[in-house]
Protein backbone atom coordinates (compact mmCIF):
# COMPACT_ATOMS: atom_id res chain seq x y z
CA UNK A 1 0.00 0.00 0.00
CA UNK A 2 2.67 2.32 1.08
CA UNK A 3 4.44 3.66 -2.16
CA UNK A 4 5.76 7.51 -3.37
CA UNK A 5 2.67 7.29 -5.07
CA UNK A 6 0.77 7.54 -1.81
CA UNK A 7 2.76 9.73 0.02
CA UNK A 8 2.81 12.72 -2.55
CA UNK A 9 -0.96 12.55 -2.30
CA UNK A 10 -0.70 12.64 1.20
CA UNK A 11 1.98 15.66 0.59
CA UNK A 12 -0.72 17.64 -1.71
CA UNK A 13 -3.31 16.84 0.55
CA UNK A 14 -1.49 18.85 3.36
CA UNK A 15 -0.09 21.32 1.01
CA UNK A 16 -4.41 22.24 0.27
CA UNK A 17 -4.95 22.19 4.13
CA UNK A 18 -2.46 24.60 4.20
CA UNK A 19 -3.44 26.92 2.05
CA UNK A 20 -6.70 26.61 3.37
CA UNK A 21 -5.11 27.71 6.40
CA UNK A 22 -3.09 30.23 5.09
CA UNK A 23 -6.37 31.82 3.42
CA UNK A 24 -7.36 32.34 7.26
CA UNK A 25 -4.05 33.80 8.68
CA UNK A 26 -4.37 36.44 5.67
CA UNK A 27 -7.45 37.90 7.47
CA UNK A 28 -8.46 38.86 10.78
CA UNK A 29 -10.51 35.56 12.46
CA UNK A 30 -11.68 35.12 15.97
CA UNK A 31 -10.76 32.26 18.27
CA UNK A 32 -13.03 30.16 20.35
CA UNK A 33 -11.44 28.24 22.51
CA UNK A 34 -12.44 24.06 23.27
CA UNK A 35 -13.61 22.57 26.41
CA UNK A 36 -10.28 21.51 27.36
CA UNK A 37 -9.30 25.51 27.33
CA UNK A 38 -6.96 25.24 24.48
CA UNK A 39 -7.86 27.30 21.22
CA UNK A 40 -9.60 26.70 17.98
CA UNK A 41 -9.65 29.33 15.19
CA UNK A 42 -12.17 28.63 11.78
CA UNK A 43 -8.70 27.50 10.22
CA UNK A 44 -8.79 24.65 11.80
CA UNK A 45 -12.22 23.46 10.64
CA UNK A 46 -11.37 24.39 7.12
CA UNK A 47 -8.04 22.51 7.48
CA UNK A 48 -9.74 19.70 8.81
CA UNK A 49 -12.37 19.17 5.71
CA UNK A 50 -9.81 19.55 3.14
CA UNK A 51 -8.27 16.48 4.72
CA UNK A 52 -10.96 14.33 5.78
CA UNK A 53 -12.48 14.80 1.94
CA UNK A 54 -8.55 14.04 0.08
CA UNK A 55 -8.20 11.07 2.35
CA UNK A 56 -11.56 9.66 1.62
CA UNK A 57 -11.06 9.81 -2.36
CA UNK A 58 -7.61 7.72 -1.92
CA UNK A 59 -8.12 4.45 -3.67
CA UNK A 60 -7.72 2.94 0.17
CA UNK A 61 -10.24 3.78 2.50
CA UNK A 62 -9.18 3.62 6.34
CA UNK A 63 -10.65 4.93 9.63
CA UNK A 64 -9.69 8.74 10.66
CA UNK A 65 -9.06 10.18 13.52
CA UNK A 66 -8.85 13.80 12.99
CA UNK A 67 -8.27 16.40 16.08
CA UNK A 68 -11.12 17.91 14.89
CA UNK A 69 -13.66 14.52 14.89
CA UNK A 70 -12.67 12.07 17.79
CA UNK A 71 -16.26 11.49 17.84
CA UNK A 72 -16.09 10.06 14.11
CA UNK A 73 -13.63 7.64 14.51
CA UNK A 74 -14.60 4.21 13.96
CA UNK A 75 -11.59 2.62 14.95
CA UNK A 76 -8.72 0.96 13.29
CA UNK A 77 -9.06 -1.32 10.66
CA UNK A 78 -8.64 -5.05 10.92
CA UNK A 79 -5.09 -4.24 9.73
CA UNK A 80 -4.64 -2.30 12.64
CA UNK A 81 -4.19 0.87 10.53
CA UNK A 82 -5.96 4.03 10.22
CA UNK A 83 -5.08 8.01 9.48
CA UNK A 84 -3.91 10.38 12.12
CA UNK A 85 -4.72 13.99 11.41
CA UNK A 86 -4.35 17.09 13.07
CA UNK A 87 -4.99 19.65 10.72
CA UNK A 88 -3.62 22.69 12.76
CA UNK A 89 -0.88 22.12 15.45
CA UNK A 90 0.58 24.83 16.82
CA UNK A 91 -2.85 26.79 17.33
CA UNK A 92 -1.32 29.21 19.50
CA UNK A 93 1.46 29.73 17.17
CA UNK A 94 -1.14 30.70 14.22
CA UNK A 95 -2.72 33.20 16.81
CA UNK A 96 0.99 34.35 17.24
CA UNK A 97 1.24 34.97 13.70
CA UNK A 98 5.02 33.46 13.96
CA UNK A 99 4.51 30.87 10.86
CA UNK A 100 5.71 28.08 13.88
CA UNK A 101 2.44 25.76 12.79
CA UNK A 102 1.82 22.47 11.00
CA UNK A 103 -0.62 20.45 9.20
CA UNK A 104 0.14 16.84 10.28
CA UNK A 105 -0.93 13.76 8.40
CA UNK A 106 -0.11 10.60 9.51
CA UNK A 107 -0.59 6.34 8.91
CA UNK A 108 -0.58 4.54 11.89
CA UNK A 109 -0.02 0.38 11.20
CA UNK A 110 -0.06 -1.57 14.53
CA UNK A 111 0.49 0.95 16.97
CA UNK A 112 3.63 2.87 14.64
CA UNK A 113 3.70 5.43 12.51
CA UNK A 114 4.63 4.22 8.88
CA UNK A 115 4.23 7.30 6.90
CA UNK A 116 4.16 10.60 7.93
CA UNK A 117 3.60 14.17 6.09
CA UNK A 118 3.93 17.50 8.36
CA UNK A 119 3.80 20.62 6.27
CA UNK A 120 4.57 24.48 7.27
CA UNK A 121 2.37 26.59 5.07
CA UNK A 122 3.64 30.03 6.28
CA UNK A 123 7.13 28.90 5.55
CA UNK A 124 6.83 26.99 2.82
CA UNK A 125 8.55 24.06 4.04
CA UNK A 126 7.49 20.31 3.90
CA UNK A 127 9.01 17.19 5.88
CA UNK A 128 8.02 13.41 4.19
CA UNK A 129 8.44 10.26 5.08
CA UNK A 130 7.73 6.46 4.48
CA UNK A 131 8.21 2.93 4.89
CA UNK A 132 10.58 1.86 2.76
CA UNK A 133 11.44 4.91 0.60
CA UNK A 134 13.50 7.38 3.66
CA UNK A 135 12.58 10.89 4.95
CA UNK A 136 12.78 14.22 2.98
CA UNK A 137 13.01 17.92 3.59
CA UNK A 138 10.99 19.59 0.77
CA UNK A 139 11.84 23.20 0.46
CA UNK A 140 9.65 26.16 -0.73
CA UNK A 141 10.91 26.06 -4.59
CA UNK A 142 10.13 22.07 -4.34
CA UNK A 143 13.67 20.81 -4.48
CA UNK A 144 13.49 17.09 -2.09
CA UNK A 145 16.79 16.26 0.49
CA UNK A 146 17.08 13.64 1.92
CA UNK A 147 17.08 14.31 6.17
CA UNK A 148 19.11 12.26 8.68
CA UNK A 149 19.34 12.70 12.30
CA UNK A 150 22.77 13.86 13.49
CA UNK A 151 23.71 10.80 15.83
CA UNK A 152 25.28 10.94 19.02
CA UNK A 153 27.47 14.20 20.00
CA UNK A 154 30.90 13.32 20.66
CA UNK A 155 32.47 13.36 24.24
CA UNK A 156 32.37 16.42 25.74
CA UNK A 157 30.43 18.63 23.20
CA UNK A 158 27.27 20.46 23.89
CA UNK A 159 23.76 18.65 23.63
CA UNK A 160 20.98 21.07 21.20
CA UNK A 161 17.95 20.21 23.05
CA UNK A 162 14.72 21.88 21.22
CA UNK A 163 11.77 22.80 23.57
CA UNK A 164 8.43 24.05 22.90
CA UNK A 165 7.74 27.64 22.81
CA UNK A 166 4.44 27.79 24.31
CA UNK A 167 4.56 24.92 26.77
CA UNK A 168 7.59 25.42 29.06
CA UNK A 169 7.63 22.47 31.59
CA UNK A 170 8.65 22.67 35.07
CA UNK A 171 10.28 19.06 35.37
CA UNK A 172 12.44 20.25 32.05
CA UNK A 173 14.97 21.60 34.36
CA UNK A 174 15.83 18.17 36.07
CA UNK A 175 16.13 16.27 32.91
CA UNK A 176 18.64 18.82 31.45
CA UNK A 177 20.74 18.25 34.62
CA UNK A 178 21.29 14.92 33.89
CA UNK A 179 22.07 15.47 30.13
CA UNK A 180 24.70 17.56 30.66
CA UNK A 181 26.17 20.63 28.79
CA UNK A 182 23.57 21.59 26.38
CA UNK A 183 22.22 25.19 24.36
CA UNK A 184 18.49 25.06 24.23
CA UNK A 185 16.54 25.79 20.62
CA UNK A 186 13.18 27.39 21.08
CA UNK A 187 10.44 25.93 18.36
CA UNK A 188 6.35 25.46 18.02
CA UNK A 189 4.06 22.56 17.13
CA UNK A 190 5.83 19.40 15.31
CA UNK A 191 8.57 21.47 13.93
CA UNK A 192 10.48 20.54 17.26
CA UNK A 193 10.86 16.58 16.24
CA UNK A 194 11.69 17.53 12.44
CA UNK A 195 14.46 19.83 13.68
CA UNK A 196 16.03 16.69 15.34
CA UNK A 197 14.90 14.77 12.25
CA UNK A 198 17.13 17.30 9.77
CA UNK A 199 19.98 17.19 12.56
CA UNK A 200 19.80 20.30 13.24
CA UNK A 201 18.74 19.31 17.09
CA UNK A 202 19.94 16.03 19.35
CA UNK A 203 17.00 15.99 21.55
CA UNK A 204 13.65 17.04 22.26
CA UNK A 205 12.20 15.77 26.06
CA UNK A 206 8.35 16.43 26.16
CA UNK A 207 7.68 16.44 29.67
CA UNK A 208 3.97 17.94 29.77
CA UNK A 209 0.73 16.55 28.06
CA UNK A 210 0.48 16.04 24.08
CA UNK A 211 -1.62 13.80 22.49
CA UNK A 212 -1.76 11.22 19.69
CA UNK A 213 -1.89 13.81 16.60
CA UNK A 214 0.59 16.19 17.96
CA UNK A 215 3.33 13.39 17.52
CA UNK A 216 2.52 10.80 14.50
CA UNK A 217 3.22 12.37 11.43
CA UNK A 218 6.45 14.02 12.43
CA UNK A 219 7.58 11.06 14.46
CA UNK A 220 7.52 9.22 11.30
CA UNK A 221 9.67 12.09 9.63
CA UNK A 222 12.00 10.70 12.92
CA UNK A 223 11.85 7.28 12.82
CA UNK A 224 12.77 7.20 9.02
CA UNK A 225 15.56 9.62 9.62
CA UNK A 226 17.02 7.59 11.40
CA UNK A 227 16.14 8.77 15.00
CA UNK A 228 13.44 7.29 17.48
CA UNK A 229 10.92 9.03 20.03
CA UNK A 230 11.03 6.82 23.48
CA UNK A 231 8.96 7.19 26.40
CA UNK A 232 11.04 8.08 29.71
CA UNK A 233 10.48 3.98 30.29
CA UNK A 234 12.64 3.40 27.11
CA UNK A 235 9.89 1.74 24.88
CA UNK A 236 8.85 3.23 21.43
CA UNK A 237 6.23 5.68 22.05
CA UNK A 238 2.99 3.69 20.62
CA UNK A 239 0.02 4.82 18.73
CA UNK A 240 -1.96 1.44 19.22
CA UNK A 241 -4.87 2.18 21.36
CA UNK A 242 -6.77 5.43 19.84
CA UNK A 243 -8.89 5.37 22.68
CA UNK A 244 -6.19 6.64 24.79
CA UNK A 245 -5.66 10.00 23.24
CA UNK A 246 -2.91 10.94 25.50
CA UNK A 247 0.71 10.42 25.16
CA UNK A 248 3.07 9.36 28.16
CA UNK A 249 5.87 11.32 28.38
CA UNK A 250 8.73 10.77 25.72
CA UNK A 251 12.14 11.75 24.59
CA UNK A 252 12.79 12.29 20.92
CA UNK A 253 16.63 11.36 20.51
CA UNK A 254 18.75 12.35 16.98
CA UNK A 255 20.17 8.88 16.93
CA UNK A 256 19.79 4.98 17.44
Keep these: MIDQILLDAVERI ?25 PLTEADQ ?17 PILSEEDIGGFSGVDAQGRYWLVD ?33 APALGTAYVAAEGLGAFKVEEDGQRHVIQVAGVPSEGATWRVVGSRSHPSPDLAAWLDTLGEHEMLSMG ?13 DAYPRLGPT ?46
Aim: overall charge negative; some cysteine; charged content about 25%.
Design 14 to 38: AREAGDAIMNVYARDFSVEEKEDKS
Design 46 to 62: AAHNVIVRGLKALPVQL
Design 87 to 119: PLDGTKEFIKRNGEFTVNIALIENGTPVLGVVT
Design 189 to 201: SSLKLCLIAEGKA
Design 211 to 256: CLWDTGAAHAVVRYAGGRVDTLEGQPLSYANPTEKLNPYFVVWGHE
